[in-house]
Nanobody, 122 residues
Framework: QVQLMESGGGLVQTGGSLRLSCEISGSISTPNAVGWFRQGPGKEREVVGGITFLNTTNYADSVEGRFTISRDKNEVYLQMDSLKPEDTAVYYC??????????????????WGQGTQVTVSS
């Protein structure tokens, strides 16, 4: 079994920074990918970005250039700079594992953390 634990959320002023951490414990396997998602008040959950086990990253247009995802062993980080009030949300870490069969990737596991609140005041 895999457990995810996010930390680092809090209250910050517009233009400030926060760094979220996602600690992954349990049965870790490759290939895998870790994504960050968020859900703002009254909104649907949306993707923020992600990082693969090869350390390739991708970002939503809304955070490109402001947010940076990195990983170190079993921890994945979301560095958030130049924060805006619209970044206010609960941020979730998601960990997906894959199996490779006939040169294709098939998802074998999908795990979520409990979320951490980020509030950006104007």
């Amino acid at each position: 079994q895999v457990q995810l634990m996010e930390s680092g959320g809090g209250l910050v002023q517009t233009g400030g920074s926060l760094r979220l951490s996602c600690e992954i414990s349990g049965s870790i396997s490759t290939p895998n990918a870790v994504g960050w998602f968020r859900q703002g008040p009254g909104k649907e959950r949306e993707v923020v970005g992600g990082i693969t086990f090869l350390n390739t990253t991708n970002y939503a247009d809304s955070v490109e250039g402001r947010f940076t995802i990195s990983r170190d062993k079993n921890e994945v980080y979301l560095q958030m700079d130049s924060l805006k009030p619209e970044d206010t949300a609960v941020y979730y870490c998601n960990y997906k594992t894959y199996e490779i069969r006939d040169h294709n990737y098939y998802r074998s596991g999908d795990y979520w953390g409990q979320g951490t609140q980020v509030t950006v005041s104007s």
